[in-house]
């Protein structure tokens, strides 16, 4: 069974940096595509950082200050966030396909 636990959210000054971590089991990551996406209240998912065995996406709006990365050896995906926005503030969630697997999620908080 595949599991997915996120950690790294908290909150943070506008401009600030964090760095989420998502944790899989169950299944190995180097033919899986990983992402991120993220929830704001009142608002739909939305994907923010994908990432394949060749390939990389990212949502325009955090481009230049998202990275993600993934080490398959330790079967982790990871999302920089630097220079952080308050509209950056969202519960964000960790994916994988193919299968539909979601984290449970974290929270980032970005204050003004």
């Known amino acids: 069974q595949v599991q997915l636990v996120e950690s790294g959210g908290g909150l943070v000054q506008a401009g600030g940096s964090l760095r989420l971590s998502c944790a899989a089991s169950?299944?190995?990551?180097?033919?899986?595509?990983m992402g991120w996406f993220r929830q704001a209240p009142g608002k739909e998912r939305e994907a923010v950082a994908r990432i394949s065995w060749n390939a990389v996406y990212y949502a325009d709006s955090v481009k230049g200050r998202f990275t993600i990365s993934r080490d398959n050896a330790k079967n982790t995906v990871n999302l920089q966030m630097n220079s952080l926005k308050p509209e950056d503030t969202a519960v964000y969630y960790c994916?994988?396909?193919?299968?539909?697997?979601w984290g449970k999620g974290t929270l980032v908080t970005v204050s003004s």
């Open positions: 169950g299944r190995t990551l180097s033919s899986a595509v």
């Open positions: 994916n994988l396909d193919p299968g539909g697997y």
